[in-house]
């Protein structure tokens, strides 16, 4: 049994320093405790997850399933599970069952990211639209998820503060502008619209539906992953800005984010300017976030990017 996480778990592993190297040292007594305890077998370690481990596994019914080791992270373990409970499969992956104390979930198998598929980036746009619209419609309990002023200040602290641990270096431009964003949506948005938030949808965590399901469901791709926000879901739309960057670097970017953010606003009648806001944020906290990674170049791409869009936002 092969229980190697990616490279870039590792990483993220590295920057939580000792409960990073406790959580990759007892990883494998968990998984195979996993395995026992459901009676599973395991097939081979997915190198899908970034915040955690993923075994694909069989049952005794001969189905396949993922089990899921979440890694420690800022905001606790309890908001994905809560996420998944509350989405009840539609929009997010299945939850099958879950070991709450060792932060293990059960989910079902999926196929490949959307980011492989021949559709455009605008197809994919639509199906990963399609997908949050009925996450935001889950029934949730607000106490169980990550609630959105908290996401709001850890991006603060971040985007204020990690650039001068990091190598490279940020424009103060960008820094305040992002920062100024913040404050914005903390002055607009009303918690009485908040939503099941996923907070890192992108196209490579969006997967396809099994086949027997796409059926009975119209949308045939699901999300994984989710941070489990209580949140604006202009926050959600705003993550789509930062994806598929290489469509920045064929046209103009300020209209290809004005164009797609006014695209997102018809589809979902979220305000637009608050996805701008936080498509920006999440450009430079994204280029930020890479750069204390160690991927140098990629972070710089997301940087140049925000740099690009300053005039426009």
């Excluded at 198998?109 to 959307?114: D, H, N, S, V, W």
């Amino acid at each position: 049994m092969n229980i190697v996480p990616s490279d870039l778990t590792l990483r993220r592993a590295q920057l939580l320093g000792l409960q990073g190297q406790q959580w990759l040292e007892g990883l494998d007594d968990v998984v195979r405790t996993t395995l026992d305890k459901f009676d599973l077998i395991f097939i081979k370690t997915l190198h899908g997850g970034s915040e955690s481990y993923l075994a694909l596994s069989q049952r005794a019914d001969g189905a396949r399933c993922v089990v899921k080791v979440m890694m420690p992270n800022d905001h606790g373990m309890v908001a994905e599970p809560a996420a998944l409970k509350a989405a009840k499969g539609r929009g997010y992956v299945e939850l099958i069952d879950a070991i709450p104390e060792q932060s293990v979930l059960i989910i079902e198998e999926l196929g490949a990211p959307i980011a492989t598929s021949a559709f455009t980036i605008q197809q994919q746009l639509q199906h990963m639209t399609h997908a949050l619209q009925l996450s935001w419609q889950a029934e949730i309990d607000p106490s169980a998820l990550v609630h959105g002023a908290k996401k709001a200040d850890w991006l603060y602290h971040h985007i204020q503060h990690t650039p001068t641990k990091v190598a490279g270096y940020v424009e103060k431009a960008l820094i305040h502008t992002a920062l100024d964003h913040i404050d914005l949506r903390r002055s607009q948005w009303r918690e009485d619209a908040f939503v099941l938030v996923h907070g890192d949808a992108h196209e490579h965590n969006t997967l396809a539906e099994p086949q027997a399901k796409q059926q009975a469901e119209p949308s045939n791709y699901k999300l994984v992953d989710p941070d489990g926000l209580f949140f604006e879901a202009a926050y959600d739309l705003g993550i789509l800005l930062r994806n598929w960057i290489e469509a920045y670097r064929i046209a103009d970017p300020a209209k290809t984010l004005i164009q797609r953010a006014t695209w997102l606003a018809e589809q979902t009648h979220v305000p637009r300017q608050a996805i701008i806001s936080w498509g920006f944020v999440e450009i430079v906290s994204t280029g930020i976030h890479l750069l204390e990674l160690g991927y140098a170049d990629e972070g710089q791409e997301y940087l140049d990017l925000g740099q690009a869009l300053l005039p426009a936002v």
